[in-house]
């Protein structure tokens, strides 16, 4: 394989590629992502290959392994062109009738298409699908297009213009007065304007400087840089590359947890590829600038997403913030003491597009505080879960409702976290906040990475608070006695209150310590802990009083508060919840209303999950 030497090989090699596309007859591309994936897309991928390859046709048929299509509710997803056919939850056993009435007879598989809940039709077409026709896919849209195996793909669909545009007409000051124009913000969680900070690392002093792409996600309830990293590696390094261009790094770093296995392979393949093409390393399409990008695996501590411990964790140290007051900031001294530019993976896949189309095209995307789109992992009591990507400003109802499809099984609608375990939780009466950073700070949470969780009327907010501060108390690195003591306190309150041992002045004790961590701790992760508490006790304390003035829990959900019983008039005696049961709890003969004997009951909830007729009463 050739080097490339200037930004006109690229071209011609883009042009060698789009000329094989032309040659090329049906395609079938099967989303392989870690949802996907985990619902048996490889099997189905396995099945395709098995199956052309027995019928030996005379025209080509390409299966292509894609990321992550976002639609993960639906998985495994199949779109076969031409035609752009859409299927959903297709298995092995459906392969033979695709490849025989839609890759031989372009024939849609009806049973296969997604139906509109609303309409009740069938979508054959994967844009008219509600949960994408009201995304805006600047980032996602070329996951389902393209292999992340073959650079090929990427370079075939523009990839790497953008780089070639900016080392052969644009100075770096142009490249970051563009990314200033664009309004970019980060995208990691605390929105600083990308411009700013990349003009403040072009102007400190000292050599060499750095890049580091914090790919670490700590929020469990994220996927969207994982998802990126998997299903588009080669955009996050060409933001990289433009990145470090702008700046002056010589070195830069992918930071990617371990747990994340699939990222981690195609990330590696990727910056093999983008090495061997001329894209890394020396003399970069002939520009005269030098770049290399490793991958760095993280160990997963939530804490490392903070700047300072991702900084320590590189270099080899205990994953830890540090402890000295800034500034300097590390895009003044960073890794090695040394300027050290850090954005996370969302915020450098923004950046060939706005390179290459202009910052004013992107500005005008969004609010007038916040520009752009934003990806949000959607999951929880929503009837669509997956990663949509829309125009900032849309709001808390148009995202759950019209992409997400409502809450599953006619319940109501409870609340909503955004920003993840650190994030806040906002009621019904915020439904028409448009998702931005300084409304959703206003309101009490923060946009974060993008974790979204829906909650419906059977979540019990105390609960909900107990939860996240509880996995925010473990990830602490415990340096800093505000975040170690005030977190373990809270929990220590929390605790009491959901044993039905409350006292109301632990309400006014709680925000005293929260009060405590923001002011007092080292990093964001101590300082944003005390959000879902917060926002519970702004939004529901008549929640917390009930648990405390009436040891109740009205969500049905805190153990020690609450009963079980069978409504007689609702059973039909199907003994679903019989079945179910873990400690033999609910007995009796057949045909019988069973009995649910309290002292075996441990209140786990699986005989109300499980019950299609709602005769599990809770008190």
């Known amino acids: 394989m050739k080097t490339l030497k200037s930004a006109e090989e690229l071209e011609v090699r883009r042009e060698q590629i789009a000329g094989a596309g032309h040659r090329e007859g049906a395609s079938v591309a099967v989303c392989c992502g870690t949802g996907c994936s985990a619902s048996g897309a490889r099997e189905v991928v396995a099945a395709f290959e098995e199956q052309l390859l027995q019928r030996e046709l005379e025209v080509p048929v390409l299966t292509r392994i894609t990321g992550c299509h976002g639609f993960c509710e639906q998985g495994p997803l199949v779109v076969v062109e031409p035609g752009n056919i859409f299927y959903c939850r297709v298995e092995p056993e459906d392969v033979p009738e695709i490849i025989e009435r839609t890759v031989l007879g372009a024939e849609a598989v009806e049973r296969l298409l997604y139906v509109d809940p609303v309409s009740g ?25 393209i292999s992340p195996h073959r650079i090929e793909d990427y370079v075939g669909v523009g990839g790497y213009r953008a780089l070639a545009g900016a080392l052969g007409s644009l100075s770096p000051e142009q490249v970051i007065a563009n990314i200033k124009e664009s309004g970019l913000r980060g995208r990691g969680g605390g929105g600083f304007p990308a411009g700013r900070k990349w003009e403040l690392c072009r102007r400190a002093t000292g050599e060499p400087k750095y890049l580091i792409c914090n790919a670490d996600e700590g929020d469990p309830g994220c996927f969207q840089d994982r998802s990126l990293l998997e299903g588009n590696p080669h955009l996050v390094i060409e933001g990289a590359i433009i990145a470090a261009y702008a700046v002056g790094a010589a070195k830069g770093f992918i930071y990617v947890r371990n747990e994340y296995p699939l990222a981690v392979e195609h990330a590696g393949i990727a910056l093999v590829q983008a090495r061997e093409w001329g894209l890394l390393g020396e003399d970069i399409l002939g520009s005269g600038f030098d770049f290399e990008l490793q991958l760095t695996r993280g160990g997963g501590a939530f804490v490392c997403g903070e700047e300072t411990a991702l900084i320590s964790s590189i270099e080899g140290l205990s994953g830890e913030p540090n402890p000295r007051p800034r500034p300097p900031y590390p895009v003044e001294k960073g890794l090695w003491g040394k300027p050290t530019l850090i954005n996370n993976v969302k915020t450098l896949a923004a950046v060939p597009l706005i390179t290459e189309r202009g910052g004013a ?51 109501e609608f409870k609340a909503v976290q955004t920003g993840g375990p650190a994030g806040g939780c906002l009621p019904a009466s915020k439904l028409d906040l448009p998702l931005d950073y300084e409304k959703l700070t206003e309101a009490g949470s923060i946009m974060g990475s993008g974790g979204m969780i829906v909650m419906d009327e059977r979540t019990c907010m105390v609960d909900v608070a107990r939860y996240f501060l509880s996995f925010t108390v473990d ?6 006695t505000p975040c170690r003591e005030g977190g373990r ?36 992760l101590g300082r944003l802990a005390p959000n879902p508490v917060l926002t519970t006790l702004r939004y529901f304390e008549d929640e917390y009083r009930v648990h405390i003035e009436e040891r109740r829990c009205p969500a049905g959900v805190c153990k020690e508060l609450i009963t079980y019983s069978i409504d007689e008039e609702a059973c039909t005696a199907c003994r679903r919840c019989n079945r179910h049961c873990p400690t033999g ?9 069973p009995r649910l004997d309290p002292e075996l009951c441990i209140r786990c909830g699986i005989c109300r999950d499980v019950c299609r007729f709602d005769a599990i009463v809770v008190q």
Do not use: H
């Open 585 to 593: 709890a609910i007995s009796g003969p057949k045909k019988e209303v």
């Open 121 to 145: 039709e069938p979508v054959q077409q994967e844009a008219e699908v509600p949960f994408y026709r009201g995304q805006k896919r600047l980032t996602l849209g070329w996951n389902g297009q």
């Open 475 to 480: 990830e602490s690195c415990g340096k800093c």
């Open 361 to 411: 095209w992107y500005g005008q995307i969004g609010t007038a505080a916040s520009k752009g789109t934003m990806i949000f992992s959607l999951t929880g009591k929503v009837n669509n879960t997956g990663l949509v990507e829309v125009p900032m400003g849309m709001t808390l109802q148009q995202l759950i409702y019209e992409i997400g499809g409502g809450i599953p099984g006619g319940k």
């Open 489 to 524: 306190q809270m929990m220590a309150y929390l605790d009491e209150i959901t044993a039905g041992r409350g006292k109301p002045e632990y309400l006014e004790r709680l925000r005293e310590l929260a009060a405590a961590m923001q002011a007092g701790s080292l990093c964001a």
